[in-house]
């Protein structure tokens, strides 16, 4: 369609007949000349526009460059044709309450031959409240000043008013400008609009945009709007249902981003589409302004978002370079598309960030390479993807956790590579990660608390803590059941400071009764602190023994096998005397760990290793043990045990001594100036074993020529060390020295020990072996 052919008004004519003629001829009426715009009474537009709907023009009325003075009032007014007033200048605000309207422009003429210099059109408000138009509301390049109040509000005033109006197109905005001296800049509460609602290319407000339940079949566009209320209360949304998407992007091509300076409420809004934000200036009130009294307790905080239950059937996404000063809070929102917040800066110190508590996320959560101060709260919430934090930097954050996962499921992956907190925790108490917790390079600050809690976390895959993973704090897997693996590699780790009321051991990494069953693999390097194990179940231990810290406890801390710390596989630290030095250089004393230990080195069928792993247990016990001074007897007998039998597990010493004592004392017997001095006596003669002492009537020939049993030095020396053989000749031959009778006897109490140590190992043996 060809563009409508423009006339000018003559002044000095009936002004109604000139306009009626205009609609007939399909004409654009302007009212500007060189001196500026032409005087129009608003009784002729009203009279005109009423005869629209007799005359039957579909043209309408299309009138340009006026100065319309009186109220222009068309309420209730049934007018089916368009109403252009473009460029226009209104003395009082026009009012179109309940008006049934083809369409309604108010707004700034095109450029053209006729007006090369048009002027913005300019109104004092505007009163449409119960509006209905077959097609568009338009208000673009308009500037709106002022503030009314209307039987629609009992308490606030608006610059414009389109409560529960109806309209059949689109409502548009397009570079207007609102400057409320009241409370609103436009109130469009129930407001029915079939096509998109943009407020867009420069649009600014200086009071709220309130769009409360309003019912939008297309999209909502703030693309380079400026939204800057004196009362903090920017853009009211609530309750609303979008059929299409809501858009807050800058405007390459104008060189504008959007500007939102103040409170977004999106409770309980419907969104068909995606929310897109991009490149945008978003600034939250001071902390208790821009409240309404029905705002949930959430909206305590500094929040520039409040959308709790917010619906999103799309994704969420604020893309780079947009910066946020304010929470986000979409406590119990659903997004099916889940949020993707990458490149932003997110500033809420001391409060939180972004509050996604019980939330759902159909496609998970992405905040990646995002600088954020405050709290991250996922807690209780369901993600249905991967949560992505690859190379956040997250600080300042409300009570120490910098994120807030409490009770969380997340479906997929958890991503922390390269992610940077200070001052704060990763708290996922209780989380249930359906794949790796992957923190490879991450950089965890919290001296004198917790860097990552997955307390009572259950975790499907593999959790990653590896790769340059730093941690100045305490790492805490307490209770978790991980059924991957736990890789520790080339991590450093550290706790500075006292013990703390929940660390009292000042442990840089606990894991009491946790699972792994994958194993652990700990590659680590411990700068300060301890590790505690106590409790933890694993596959097998992947270590470098070297690299425990001295204050480790490993009490009820049980594996199946030892494996290389670089990927979990191999042969890994077998040696015994490895994990002597290991298991020695801990505190406190664990007698169950060497246990473990030993128990691990037999099954691999090194049974002297696993030995040798018990004997030293017992003589560390001993060693860290009262000394001699204060229980003289238990001390010589520990040592005996560990001379003689090996504490049990080697019985062999015991029959070396034995054999050694008869090969000592039968030896020295077999000496004929030792034998002399053997006596015995029969019918009063005494007998050395080659002759007879003295006596009234000795008998000649060897062994008092059979009265008596000859002396045999080896079975003496076996009936004198071995107490449970008799062979008869300790009782039938006795030293005849004084210094041969002691150190006999002193052999046969060497002899009952080492006998006693002998059997007593034995029995040991047999109830491990029946064990």
């Given at each position: 369609?060809?563009?409508?052919?423009?006339?000018?008004?003559?002044?000095?004519?009936?002004?109604?007949?000139?306009?009626?003629?205009?609609?007939?001829?399909?004409?654009?009426?302007?009212?500007?000349?060189?001196?500026?715009?032409?005087?129009?009474?608003?009784?002729?537009?009203?009279?005109?526009?009423?005869?629209?709907?007799?005359?039957?023009?579909?043209?309408?009325?299309?009138?340009?460059?006026?100065?319309?003075?009186g109220r222009l009032d068309l309420s209730a007014a049934d007018v089916p044709a368009p109403l252009h007033l473009l460029s226009c200048a209104f003395a009082e605000a026009p009012v179109f309450e309940g008006a049934r309207l083809h369409e309604l422009t108010i707004a700034t003429a095109v450029p053209g031959a006729a007006m090369p210099r048009p002027r913005p059109s300019e109104l004092p408000g505007l009163l449409a409240n119960g509006l209905s138009t077959r097609r568009d509301v338009v208000l673009s390049g308009s500037t709106v000043r002022g503030a009314h109040r209307t039987p629609s509000s009992l308490t606030r005033s608006s610059a414009v008013w389109?409560?529960?109006?109806?309209?059949?197109?689109?409502?548009?905005?397009?570079?207007?400008?609102?400057?409320?001296?009241?409370?609103?800049?436009?109130?469009?509460?129930?407001?029915?609009?079939?096509?998109?609602?943009?407020?867009?290319?420069?649009?600014r407000a200086t009071g709220e945009v309130?769009?409360?339940?309003?019912?939008?079949?297309?999209?909502?566009?703030?693309?380079?709007?400026?939204?800057?209320?004196?009362?903090?209360r920017a853009l009211d949304l609530a309750e609303a249902t979008v059929g299409g998407s809501v858009f807050i992007l800058d405007d390459p091509d104008l060189r504008l981003r959007p500007r939102i300076h103040g409170r977004v409420e999106l409770g309980r809004t419907v969104v068909n589409g995606r929310i897109l934000i991009r490149n945008a200036d978003l600034r939250s009130p001071p902390p208790g302004s821009g409240l309404h009294d029905y705002n949930p307790a959430e909206a305590d905080e500094r929040t520039v978002l409040l959308a709790p239950r917010l619906t999103v059937h799309g994704d969420v996404t604020v893309e780079p370079d947009t910066a946020i000063h304010g929470a986000l809070t979409l406590a119990g929102a659903d997004l099916a598309g889940g949020l993707q917040l990458s490149g932003v800066q997110l500033w809420n110190p001391g409060g939180r960030a972004l509050d996604l508590s019980r939330a759902t996320l159909g496609a998970g959560l992405?905040?990646?390479?995002?600088?954020?101060?405050?709290?991250?709260?996922?807690?209780?919430?369901?993600?249905?993807?991967?949560?992505?934090?690859?190379?956040?930097?997250?600080?300042?954050?409300a009570g120490h956790r910098c994120v807030d996962g409490v009770g969380v499921t997340v479906d997929g992956d958890l991503q922390m590579a390269g992610v940077a907190t200070r001052g704060g925790s990763v708290r996922l108490r209780g989380a249930r990660i359906g794949g790796v917790v992957a923190a490879e390079g991450a950089d965890l600050r919290h001296s004198g608390g917790k860097t990552l809690d997955l307390d009572q976390a259950i975790v499907a895959g593999n959790v990653r803590l590896c790769q340059g993973f730093a941690s100045e704090?305490?790492?805490?897997?307490?209770?978790?059941v991980v059924e991957g693996r736990l890789r520790c590699d080339d991590a450093t780790l550290s706790w500075t400071g006292p013990p703390a009321p929940d660390n009292p051991r000042g442990a840089a990494f606990e894991a009491i009764s946790a699972t792994f069953r994958g194993g652990l693999g700990l590659g680590w390097r411990i700068g300060a602190g301890g590790v505690d194990l106590s409790g933890v179940q694993a596959a097998f231990l992947a270590d470098r023994p070297g690299d425990w810290p001295r204050d480790t406890y490993l009490d009820g801390f049980t594996y199946q096998r030892f494996a290389a710390p670089d990927n979990g596989t191999g042969a890994g630290t077998w040696d015994a005397e490895a994990r002597i030095g290991w298991l020695a250089g801990l505190t406190p004393f664990d007698p169950g760990?060497?246990?473990?230990?030993?128990?691990?080195?037999?099954?691999?069928?090194?049974?002297?290793?696993?030995?040798?792993i018990v004997i030293a247990r017992d003589r560390h016990a001993r060693r860290r043990g009262p000394r001699f001074s204060r229980r003289p007897l238990a001390y010589v007998v520990d040592v005996l045990k560990e001379w003689l039998v090996g504490y049990g597990h080697r019985p062999s010493r015991a029959l070396v001594a034995l054999i050694a004592l008869v090969a000592v004392i039968g030896g020295a017997l077999s000496l004929p100036?030792?034998?002399?001095?053997?006596?015995?006596?029969?019918?009063?003669?005494?007998?050395?074993?080659?002759?007879?002492v003295s006596g009234p009537a000795p008998l000649a020939g060897p062994c008092g020529g059979g009265s008596v049993r000859c002396f045999e030095a080896w079975s003496y020396a076996v009936d004198t060390v071995v107490p449970v053989i008799d062979l008869k000749q300790r009782s039938t031959w006795h030293p005849g020295g004084q210094w041969l009778a002691r150190m006999l006897n002193l052999c046969t109490i060497l002899g009952w020990i080492a006998s006693t140590f002998f059997v007593l190992s034995f029995a040991r043996l047999g109830r491990s072996a029946a064990g």
């Open positions: 369609m060809a563009d409508p052919e423009w006339v000018r008004l003559d002044p000095g004519a009936d002004v109604r007949r000139q306009l009626t003629e205009a609609c007939r001829d399909r004409r654009v009426v302007v009212c500007a000349d060189g001196a500026g715009r032409l005087r129009v009474e608003a009784g002729d537009i009203r009279a005109v526009a009423l005869s629209l709907a007799s005359a039957g023009e579909p043209f309408g009325l299309r009138l340009a460059g006026a100065a319309v003075a389109l409560t529960e109006a109806r309209i059949g197109g689109r409502l548009l905005a397009v570079g207007t400008v609102i400057e409320a001296t009241g409370d609103r800049a436009m109130q469009c509460d129930r407001t029915s609009v079939a096509g998109d609602v943009r407020l867009v290319q420069g649009f309130r769009l409360l339940a309003m019912r939008l079949g297309g999209s909502l566009d703030l693309t380079a709007a400026s939204l800057l209320p004196g009362n903090f992405r905040l990646t390479d995002a600088l954020v101060e405050g709290t991250v709260s996922v807690a209780n919430a369901r993600i249905g993807g991967p949560v992505e934090l690859t190379g956040a930097r997250l600080r300042e954050p704090g305490v790492v805490v897997l307490n209770r978790a760990s060497w246990e473990q230990a030993a128990r691990v080195v037999r099954a691999n069928g090194d049974q002297r290793g696993a030995d040798r100036a030792v034998s002399e001095q053997m006596r015995t006596g029969a019918g009063g003669v005494v007998y050395s074993p080659t002759r007879a």
